[in-house]
Nanobody, 113 residues
Framework: QVQLVESGGGLVQPGGSLSLSCVVSGINFRFYRIDWYRQAPGKQRELVAGISFGGTTNYADSVKGRFTISRDNVKNTVYLQMNRLESDDTAVYYC???????WGQGTQVTVSS
C-alpha cells in the first residue's frame, strides 16, 4: 500500500529555517503529485505547497517566497524547505498523495522564542 513518512520537524525560533522530508513508498513515485498540508491547533487542515510529477509547484499565499517544495525521484522523497519561519507557521505538517488519498503521520513544527 501507499505509505508516506514525514520527518524533520522541531522547535525553531522566529526567522529560522527547517527542512521537512516525506519519503513515499508503494507507488511509482515519479508519476504522482505530492502535497504538503498543515494543521494548527483549532484550525482546519490547509494546503501549504504541492509539486506535480513534472515538477510544477504551487504554494499558499501565506508561504510564497519563504517555502520551497522539491522532489527527488531517485530517493522517492519530497522536501519542504521552510525559511523565515513565523509563529503562525506552527502546526503539524503532513504530506499527502491525492490520487490514493494517502497521508503521512505528520511532523510537528513549532516556531517560538
Amino acid at each position: 500500500q501507499v505509505q508516506l513518512v514525514e520527518s524533520g520537524g522541531g522547535l525553531v525560533q522566529p526567522g529560522g529555517s527547517l527542512s521537512l522530508s516525506c519519503v513515499v513508498s508503494g507507488i511509482n513515485f515519479r508519476f504522482y503529485r505530492i502535497d504538503w498540508y498543515r494543521q494548527a491547533p483549532g484550525k482546519q487542515r490547509e494546503l501549504v505547497a504541492g509539486i506535480s510529477f513534472g515538477g510544477t509547484t504551487n504554494y499558499a499565499d501565506s508561504v510564497k517566497g519563504r517555502f520551497t517544495i522539491s522532489r527527488d525521484n531517485v530517493k522517492n522523497t519530497v522536501y519542504l524547505q521552510m525559511n523565515r519561519l513565523e509563529s503562525d507557521d506552527t502546526a503539524v505538517y503532513y504530506c499527502n498523495q491525492p490520487t490514493f488519498g494517502a497521508w503521512g503521520q505528520g511532523t510537528q513544527v513549532t516556531v517560538s522564542s
